[in-house]
DNA sequence: ATTTATTGCTATCGTCAATAGCATTAATCA
DNA sequence: TGATTAATGCTATTGACGATAGCAATAAAT
């Protein structure tokens, strides 16, 4: 009976990425980080200077939505914002959000290879492209 | 700076994952139909006696989720209830809706293969395994 | 200098999934 | 058989995430 819906890739992909993401989110659930959360902490980590809408771009989150995911990051004391000019304003990480961003990094890692090694040796290296090919 | 996130399945996976249904929504769209309920109708479609409850295991909908959604489809005149017994109903197709089963259907097969169609065929046949892999 | 685009924001809604609890009925087993 | 246990369908509420429409201030472009 299940045969039927798991034949279809569309399907598969759905479910997949939900019980990937639950899992991710039983991770991050001690950091109290959301996945994403998560996501912005990878890339703030790395690039300094961001702002909330060069994130959004990124991310693929729109500016509407970035603002109460960074308003919580800020009253959790993770991120600071300062500003470029009149209009801009960088988002930078406070010490503790460093260290919380590092932690983040860590379990997403932890994360990606329990993933990886989930899917059998022959498909693996077939998974990355094959989504990447999906999205882009 | 994307090369960073999307060197990670998980974000690919998640990526992906959106941006396949975010077109399946559109498709589906014109029948005013939502995805999990596509869903439903596939599984209706196929297996005659399924109730609620089985529907919902099969999706792994929980029984409380199942209830505005099968609401909402006999609104809609697609689906009826059949009492089994005092405790267990069966979702049953009107003619309406196996109209709208059958467009479901179409409409899902067409997805799928614009899906797969946008993976590189090297990769092509190890989607399907290892998305299977993550979930199941 | 004026028009246009960008930035950050408010407010609101939709989809999907989760949890806790409840009444009724069916199934189990002592 | 009678009492316990499990299953079914439901209400009510919450959370994460994404979408749209609109606004005021500022920066960029012509």
Redesign the pocket.
Same mark, same amino acid.
């Given at each position: 009976m299940d045969n039927l819906l798991s034949q279809l890739p569309g399907y598969a992909l759905r479910r997949a990425a %939900?019980t990937a993401m #639950?899992r991710f989110t039983a991770m991050l659930a001690p950091l109290d980080v959301?996945? #994403?959360?998560a996501a912005i902490f990878m890339l703030i980590r790395e690039s300094a200077n961001l #702002? +909330? +809408?060069?994130i959004g771009k990124e991310l693929e989150?729109?500016?509407? %939505?970035?603002?109460p995911m960074?308003q919580r990051m800020e009253d959790a004391g993770w991120i600071q914002r300062e500003a470029i000019?009149?209009? +801009?304003?960088a988002i930078v990480l406070t010490a503790e959000g460093r260290t919380k961003a590092e932690e983040v990094a860590q379990t997403v890692e932890q994360f990606e290879a329990e993933l990886l090694h989930r899917v059998p040796a022959q498909h693996r290296k077939h998974l990355l492209p094959a989504l990447n090919a999906i999205w882009n």
């Open positions: %939900n #639950t959301k996945i #994403t959360e #702002t +909330s +809408s060069k989150i729109q500016r509407a %939505n970035m603002v960074l000019d009149g209009k +801009s304003q």
